[in-house]
Structure formats: structure tokens, C-alpha cells
């Protein structure tokens, strides 16, 4: 099993851990794909660390109407290209102990992209044998850590986001398709978004923020602890069945007011409420928490 040595950074730890909840499985591992975080080590410290930049640019031809990218720790954000190409905007800071470690694992950053049934995927590798960057740095490099930021634009064309990250946030911005959204110890927002096809939204450890979506497709939330903002579905949603859950979280509700109230429960610390708004129907659970619903 693969252990990425890993430490929250102040920014993830604001990001990502003040949720108002703790975690109740108090595991110290979380994973990315086959690569393992291990959070016992937020204690390490490096005597050196340094920020540094590579822009990429893969052909994206239109049978292409996916993407997909898993990044260990830092942040995923998508948006529009305006072209028939998607870009990669890889920001990464390397701490190390000394100047000569740092450069040696800045020589050997890269990132590819392959094409498999009609889905993009990037890929974070090392940049001549284009194996796994976390792979080569165990072998090559195990005493420092690379902390990721990934600004990634697609076309129009491509409507199916699937994205992954260990510790971090990410983070979609008036774009429209399918939605898979997965964040072991971090946020995930989604402002000003149509989803038109059937989407998943979860995070073990962090808040979800769902602002001004239009719903026309069935849609999963899920946060294992933490706090979730829901705006109700905007005018315009339609035929979506919306499964908002939570098992140690809080639930915020606002937006428009016309909603109906079809079932609600309460029992110990658990709460449901089930209502149906702009033709969707919306189930609202939580294990511990409370559900509250703006009513101003």
C-alpha cells in the first residue's frame, strides 16, 4: 500500500476541518485511488519549500464528452476552455530540506492525458517515463511532500466532470453536465451550475456548498461530517430526485419559498424531511445534526 506523507497546510485546515463536527471513525487514512494519505504526519516540517508553475494543453476531439483527474492533496477547479482544447494549469509548492531535493523533483513534474471510451483523463506523472508521481517520488524522493493545485478548462463539448482529490477543496463554476465531485478531507462548492445529468456529491470531512443550481437530472449529496448549504433548485429545474444526507452534519436550506412538505421526522439526534419544489423531489437526512431551513 502506497503512504504519501502528507500535512494540512493552515489554508487546508481552515478549508477543510472547521466543519463544527468531529470526526467519529478517527481514522488517520484517507484514499486517493490506489494512493494513501497518511494524517499522522501533520507534525513534519520542512526547512524548505517553493512554489512553481506548468501549463499543458491536450487535444480534445468531439467524440471526447468526459474528463477525469484525482489529485492526492490540494485544490481541483473547472471551468470552460472556449476552444476544442483542454488546458492544465498545475500550480505546486515542493518542501523539502534542502534546495538540490526540491529541484530534483521540480525536473521531474509532468502531467499527460490519454483517452479511454470517450473520457480525458489527467494524469499527474513523472515527466519522462510518465509513471505515477507518487509512485516515482516513494521511490526517488520519500522525504518531501508536493502539494498540488489544479486549474483545469475543458470544451463546451464535454458535459462529464469526474473529479477526485485526498485533501483539498474542489470547486465547479457555471458549467453544465454530469457531475462527480469526491473530497476525502475538503470543500466542494458548485455556484451558478446546471446539472442535466446524473451527478454524485460527497466529501467524508468538509462542508458542500450547492448555490443558484438548476436540477434536471437525479443528484446524490453527501457529507460524512461536516455542513451542507442547499439553495433549493432554481426556476427551470425539472424531474430530478435529490438525495441530500448527512450522517454527522448540518443542514442549511434557502432559496425560494414555494416549496411542499411532504414527510418530516425527527427521532433522538436523527432528522428527515422529505419536500417536492419545481418539479423535484428532495430527501433531506441527517444521523446527528439538525436541518434548517431559511424561512426568512
Keep these: 500500500m502506497k503512504i504519501v506523507k502528507a500535512i494540512l497546510t493552515s489554508s487546508l485546515i481552515a478549508a477543510a476541518l472547521l466543519t463544527g463536527c468531529s470526526d467519529s471513525k478517527n481514522s488517520s487514512n484517507i484514499k486517493v485511488g490506489d494512493v494513501t494519505i497518511d ?32 489529485v492526492p492533496t490540494g485544490d481541483i477547479e473547472v471551468e470552460h476552455s472556449g476552444d ?29 492525458s490519454e483517452v479511454k471510451d470517450n473520457v480525458l483523463v489527467i494524469k499527474l506523472v513523472e515527466a519522462e517515463t510518465s509513471e505515477d508521481i507518487n509512485t516515482w517520488l516513494e521511490k526517488n524522493a520519500p522525504d518531501c511532500r508536493v502539494e498540488y493545485d489544479v486549474y483545469i478548462t475543458v470544451p463546451e463539448y464535454v458535459n462529464d466532470y469526474r473529479t477526485k482529490c485526498g485533501i483539498g477543496n474542489i470547486t465547479f463554476k457555471e458549467m453544465s453536465g454530469s457531475f462527480t465531485a469526491d473530497a476525502s478531507v475538503g470543500n466542494i462548492t458548485f455556484s451558478d451550475d446546471e446539472i442535466t445529468g446524473s451527478s454524485v456529491i460527497k466529501c467524508n470531512t468538509g462542508n458542500i456548498t450547492m448555490n443558484s443550481i438548476t436540477y434536471k437530472a437525479d443528484t446524490d449529496i453527501y457529507a460524512e461530517t461536516g455542513n451542507i448549504k442547499f439553495c433549493l433548485p432554481l426556476n427551470g429545474s425539472d424531474g430530478a430526485d435529490i438525495s441530500v444526507k448527512g450522517e454527522t452534519a448540518n443542514i442549511e436550506v434557502s432559496g425560494i419559498k414555494n416549496y411542499e412538505v411532504k414527510d418530516e421526522k425527527t427521532k433522538g439526534t436523527s432528522q428527515s424531511l422529505s419536500i417536492a419544489v419545481e418539479n423535484c423531489n428532495i430527501d433531506f437526512a441527517v444521523d446527528t445534526g439538525e436541518i434548517k431551513i431559511d424561512k426568512e
Design 39 to 70: 494524517l499522522n504526519d501533520v507534525d513534519k516540517e520542512y526547512a524548505k519549500n517553493l512554489k512553481f508553475q506548468k501549463n499543458y494543453t491536450f487535444e480534445t476531439p468531439k467524440p471526447i464528452n468526459a474528463m477525469s483527474i484525482e
Design 84 to 112: 476544442d482544447k483542454s488546458g492544465l494549469c498545475l500550480r505546486y509548492r515542493i518542501y523539502a530540506d534542502t534546495d538540490e531535493t526540491i529541484d530534483n523533483v521540480n525536473e521531474h513534474m509532468g502531467s499527460v
